[in-house]
């Protein structure tokens, strides 16, 4: 027997691939979240990595708000914003 190894690409009959990320700068989305703990803190860094959207963060924490807008340029405040009145 050999001893290379060949990799083989064996796809079960059910998988489909996942699409093609279609994000580009030009399809930038504004968000807002509700309080912004840890997870919220986890997604909106990875949203501020692929760059071009509007976020807004309600947070009645100040220091929460303040940090989330310090390291990824978010805007926020205490209350939500108008639009959603």
Do not use: C, W, Y
Not at 3 to 23: D, K, V
Request: aromatic letters at 4%.
């Amino acid at each position: 027997p050999s001893s290379a190894s060949a990799t083989t690409n064996i796809e079960h009959p059910g998988f489909r691939r996942a699409p093609e990320p279609t994000h580009t700068q030009g399809d930038a989305m504004r968000i807002t979240f509700i309080l912004g703990g840890n997870m919220a803190g986890a997604i909106i860094g990875g949203l501020a990595r692929q760059g071009g959207h509007r976020i807004h963060v309600v947070e009645h924490q100040q220091d929460k708000l303040d940090q989330l807008a310090a390291d990824f340029g978010v805007s926020g405040g205490q209350a939500l914003p108008e639009r959603f009145s």
